[in-house]
C-alpha cells in the first residue's frame, strides 16, 4: 500500500504563487510517475503535470510557464510551484502516483485564487 498526503494549499491573490507538496509513504517502487491533477467546483478532475522517476516532465497546456513539477526522489516527495496564479486555478490539487499495476491518490489540497 501507499499513502499520498498533500500540503500547501490555501487562499492567493491572482497574480500569487503557492508551493505544493506531496509526500508519499509506503511500498513504492524505484520507477513510478507522480502525478498533480485539480478539480475545480462544478468540473471533471483534470491533468496538471506528471513526472516521472527519471525526471521528465509533462504539463497541461494551461499551466505551462507558470507551474514547475518537482520531485526529491530521496523524500519520496512531489512538488508543484504555481506562478502567475489566476482564478481559473482555483480547485482541489490532487497527488496521484502511477506504479505498474496500481494508481494511488491522496485526499487532495485547496487552492483558492481571489480576483
Known amino acids: 500500500q501507499v499513502q499520498l498526503v498533500e500540503s500547501g494549499g490555501g487562499l492567493v491573490q491572482a497574480g500569487g504563487s503557492l508551493r505544493l507538496s506531496c509526500a508519499a509513504s509506503?511500498?513504492?517502487?524505484?520507477?513510478?510517475?507522480m502525478h498533480w491533477y485539480r478539480q475545480a467546483p462544478g468540473k471533471q478532475r483534470e491533468f496538471v503535470a506528471a513526472?516521472?522517476?527519471?525526471?521528465?516532465?509533462n504539463y497541461a497546456d494551461s499551466v505551462k510557464g507558470r507551474f514547475t513539477i518537482s520531485r526529491d526522489n530521496t523524500k519520496y516527495t512531489v512538488y508543484l510551484q504555481m506562478n502567475s496564479l489566476k482564478p481559473e486555478d482555483t480547485g482541489v490539487y490532487s497527488c496521484n502516483l502511477a506504479q505498474f499495476p496500481m494508481n494511488y491518490w491522496g485526499k487532495g489540497t485547496l487552492v483558492t485564487v481571489s480576483s
Open positions: 513526472i516521472t522517476t527519471s525526471g521528465s516532465t
Open positions: 509506503g511500498s513504492i517502487s524505484s520507477t513510478n510517475v
